[in-house]
């Protein structure tokens, strides 16, 4: 630890080498900083655990030191690149000892830490945390407590107090971003751990952290009303960075899920203040991902109120815009966003402002939420249709209804549910439409193609699971969500060809939602137009050579139902049969990893047991092809030992375990034959 404290700071305390750096550090750094050295933070921070005698008062020490630099660098007018680079790396390293995160969105205090402050005998003045948060806060003095696991967390609200006076008297230029955003940053961690916990998600709880920052303390009230500040804060000052902005509004997400917190920020004053300026206008941020933070936020805030209050507050906050939004695309108006710059921004702005408020849905506000953002939706069908060659336009809108669905599929009836069906077809079909008109007039839209696609697939997904998790009884089953599927499907995959495949991401989704789609609808499937079963036939045979393990594993499964389904469909059986086969061969020839041997297996298991007689097509077409009789003479026998010696097999777990037992035989006697 004490090695990789020296390697990040500036001499005389550390090692580090600022030679080569410029002026500036951009904030891009910093973000880099917390992915590219996320492992090995995670690791110094339970390093750092181990020994919190000693590792948390260095960091207090050192932050505090620094925090006195700044008053003085900024009372001289002076900037120090190499202060501002401790600093960033010194409160990371608080944020990483102090919590712990089994996920990212998971943040609690390390059992370690809790068993430290149970053990440890320093007593706690609230006065004096008290006194010291009124009148001293930002001042740089001493500390007023000696406890290990406290002192850190005051020093950095000292830290942030000192940035927040220096903003205040306009010093804004003679501070650094990154600095700002990772005290911010710090703070979501350490806040959403230690900021009124919620004793119930831990075994025990000392006494020291319920006591300072607990629901029903001063400091605990006080702290939700300073933690708006420093975001207004960073909004304001810093309203060009983005990364600042994203990681304000992150700790005010923080602050909104937990519904102790959330109580105390509707009734603060700033709080206010910042809704105020977000209905008024008044507050622009400078990202798409800003505006949907900010807008989840206060969706997942209003949860917290009492029902009666839901609609009211959505009114009052998001009434305005949506209003507005509505009576724009529901009128001539919508046919002039595309060609004019300002309003084609207004309605991006109000399609993440939506999309936001999707991400926020909980069980309880979904119905207030679904009667606000479905008019939305359908007037996004009108902005697509003249909107075409506007890709921005294109793709919020897409982004927007893949929220709907994820967040609300599950959650709303049965009317809200085919509303939006109808709605989600409708959008469907309309990118369709403008996709083959804009490919027939414009070269080199790739990018923006694989993305929309990739978009439309994670749609039917998301629709998809409103089967999976069906529990109705069979006689009130809704096969509205199959139809919407399955006729979604033959609208995207015309659009879909080997070269959009190579990207992964976007072949990742497509295998796993048409292996979905064949288990869960396989009989549907196979009933699909002649022209979208070749091209999706065509597309699994292409997956089993250009792609991983994991593509290839969707196929088997995708093959192996659609086998069970086609027993009285010989002309499918035929297109199935050409996947067999290809399989069969890389067998032969080794080219399939041997860790798929088991679901290859249970592929051809049901391929024979309900194809037969294509299956033996398939044997004959493989032997003829062989000019060595031997080599024929090998291959009747191996592929006759995979024909079951009874009839009566069928596809049970007993059966597929006798049979992958024969199949590694098979791939041992086949392996080199086939040419």
């Known amino acids: 630890v004490e090695c990789f404290v020296k390697c990040h700071l500036a001499p005389p305390a550390g090692i580090r080498d600022d030679s080569d750096d410029g002026d500036e550090i951009d904030l891009e750094t910093e973000e880099d900083d917390r992915v590219k050295y996320r492992d090995q933070l995670e690791i110094v921070g339970s390093l750092a655990r181990i020994n919190l005698h000693s590792t948390l008062p260095h960091y207090s020490a050192l932050l505090m030191e620094r925090a006195r630099l700044i008053r003085s660098l900024v009372e001289r007018q002076e900037e120090c690149t190499a202060l501002y680079e401790d600093i960033h790396w010194i409160v ?244 002039d966003i595309p060609s004019s710059p300002h309003l084609t921004q207004q309605v991006l702005t109000a399609l993440d402002t939506f999309h936001g408020i999707a991400a926020g849905i909980v069980t309880k506000i979904v119905d207030v939420v679904f009667t606000t953002v479905i008019p939305i939706l359908e007037g996004s069908v009108n902005l697509m249709k003249v909107s075409q060659h506007v890709q921005p336009i294109t793709r919020s809108i897409l982004e927007l209804f893949c929220a709907v669905a994820d967040s609300g599929i599950l959650q709303i009836d049965k009317k809200q549910t085919h509303r939006l069906y109808d709605t989600c077809y409708k959008c469907l079909k309309c990118y369709s439409d403008s996709a083959s008109k804009r490919g027939a007039l414009i070269v080199g839209v790739e990018d923006d193609r694989h993305d929309n696609i990739l978009l439309c697939l994670e749609l039917l997904s998301h629709l998809c699971s409103k089967d999976f998790f069906n529990f109705d009884e069979p006689d009130s089953y809704d096969e509205t969500s199959s139809r919407l599927v399955l006729v979604g499907l033959d609208i995207i995959v015309p659009h879909i060809d080997v070269e959009l495949l190579k990207f992964p991401k976007l072949s990742n989704e497509f295998f796993k939602l048409i292996t979905f789609i064949c288990e869960v609808y396989p009989g549907k499937v196979v009933g699909l137009p002649e022209n979208v079963v070749d091209q999706i036939v065509l597309m699994l045979k292409v997956g089993l050579n250009n792609y991983n393990d994991d593509i290839t594993f969707y196929i088997f499964n995708a093959v192996q139902a659609l086998s069970v389904h086609s027993a009285d469909q010989p002309h499918f059986q035929k297109k199935i049969g050409r996947i067999i086969k290809h399989t069969l061969l890389l067998i032969s020839g080794q080219e399939l990893s041997a860790e798929l041997y088991d679901t290859a297996a249970d592929m051809v298991f049901s391929f024979i047991c309900k194809c037969r007689e294509e299956y033996l097509s398939v044997v004959n077409e493989i032997v003829v092809q062989q000019e060595n009789p031997t080599s024929q003479e090998c291959l009747r026998t191996a592929f006759s030992a995979l024909i079951p010696s009874s009839t009566t097999n069928t596809l049970t777990r007993r059966d597929k375990g006798k049979f992958s037992k024969i199949f590694e035989n098979f791939a041992v006697n086949v392996y080199g034959i086939c040419r």
């Open 92 to 335: 990371l390293l608080i944020g990483y000892t102090l919590a712990d995160a089994p996920t990212d969105s998971d943040l609690t205090i390390p059992a370690v830490i809790l068993d430290f402050l149970a053990k440890q005998d320093i007593q706690i003045s609230v006065e004096a945390l008290q006194k010291h948060i009124e009148s001293q806060l930002g001042s740089c003095g001493e500390l007023p407590t000696q406890n290990h696991v406290i002192a850190p967390i005051i020093a950095l609200l000292d830290m942030a107090a000192l940035y927040q006076d220096v903003l205040s008297k306009g010093g804004c230029h003679t501070l650094s971003p990154q600095v700002y955003s990772s005290l911010i940053w710090a703070l979501t961690r350490v806040m959403s751990s230690y900021h009124m916990p919620n004793e119930r998600d831990y075994q025990f709880i000392p006494a020291s952290v319920v006591t300072t920052f607990g629901a029903d303390t001063s400091i605990g009230q006080w702290l939700t009303g300073f933690l708006v500040e420093k975001i207004i804060s960073g909004l304001v000052y810093y309203s060009s960075e983005q990364g600042t902005a994203e990681d304000c509004l992150s700790l005010l997400q923080a602050c909104a899920k937990n519904p102790r917190v959330s109580q105390v920020l509707m009734k603060d004053d700033n709080f206010k203040k910042l809704v105020e300026r977000y209905t008024s206008g008044v507050l622009v941020l400078p990202s798409h991902k800003a505006n949907r933070m900010l807008s989840a936020a206060l969706t997942i805030i209003m949860s917290h109120l009492p029902t009666s209050e839901h609609e009211q507050f959505m009114n009052s906050v998001f009434g305005p815009i949506r209003d507005s939004t509505v009576e724009m695309l529901f009128s001539a108006k919508v046919s």
